[in-house]
């Protein structure tokens, strides 16, 4: 598979801040998602996109499927401390295996 | 719904050893992924069950295989531990039937090799 490009690489917030993180491919997904990781556990999904311009929120998450379907990106709003953690975008492709590519990640710290 | 399970959490190993690792996916899925994360390469994909077959396959050596039982629970098995084996071991269970597919991770289980 291949390594999406996903920006930034960390970001260092005050609570109440807006933050926002994209991903980019070279090639064409049918399926976005976000995840959170927090230290010593796995992955939580947190939002899951399926059409190309679709918009879907989750709380204070917000995130878009890109309609070049190569882009895909979060964002959070009014920002907690336990929004503290590592977020990863990742796209799959169903036509051509079930294999989820990921980025490197975003890592957060919200500072109180 | 009960989540995915793995294990164990943890695992110390030495070189050469080999090791199994376990997964029990949400109950009604299918399909069983298993991903490696390491600080340097990321979460990579190994490899991906359904239905008791290996569906695909990613960039990883013979030494790494797995299988899936009738139930869906799926064993990873890698078989002469190298160092750079250390890493977090993810299973991700999923319906695996096409469009609308989501992915849902276990707390993986932590490998360290000696």
């Known amino acids: 598979g291949q390594q999406l490009n996903q920006s930034p690489q960390s970001m260092f917030i005050q609570e109440g801040e807006d933050v926002s993180m994209n991903c980019t491919s070279s090639s064409i997904f049918n399926t976005w998602l976000w995840y959170k990781q927090e230290p010593g556990e796995g992955p939580v999904l947190l939002i899951a996109?399926?059409?190309?311009?679709e918009l879907t929120s989750n709380g204070r998450l917000t995130a878009q499927f890109g309609i070049t379907r190569k882009d895909s990106f979060l964002n959070i709003s009014a920002s907690i401390p336990s929004d503290v953690g590592i977020y990863f975008c990742?796209?799959?492709?169903?036509?051509?295996?079930?294999?989820?590519?990921f980025g490197k990640g975003t890592s957060l710290l919200v500072t109180p | 719904k009960a989540g995915v399970t793995q294990t164990p959490r943890y695992l110390i190993k030495t070189r050469g050893q080999q090791v199994t690792l376990s997964c029990s996916p949400i109950?009604?899925?299918?399909?069983v992924s298993w991903y490696q994360q390491t600080p340097g390469q990321g979460l990579q994909f190994l490899f991906e069950?359904?239905?008791?077959?290996?569906?695909n396959k990613g960039n990883f050596p013979g030494r790494f295989s797995g299988r899936q039982f009738s139930n869906s629970r799926s064993e990873m098995n890698v078989s002469t531990l190298e160092l750079g084996d250390s890493a977090l071991y993810l299973c991700a269970s999923s319906l695996g039937q096409g469009q609308g597919e989501t992915q849902y991770f276990g707390p993986g289980t932590r490998l360290l090799v000696l």
């Open positions: 069950y359904f239905s008791e077959t290996q569906r």
């Open positions: 990742a796209g799959l492709n169903s036509n051509s295996g079930y294999a989820l590519n």
């Open positions: 996109l399926y059409k190309a311009g």
């Open positions: 109950s009604g899925h299918r399909s």
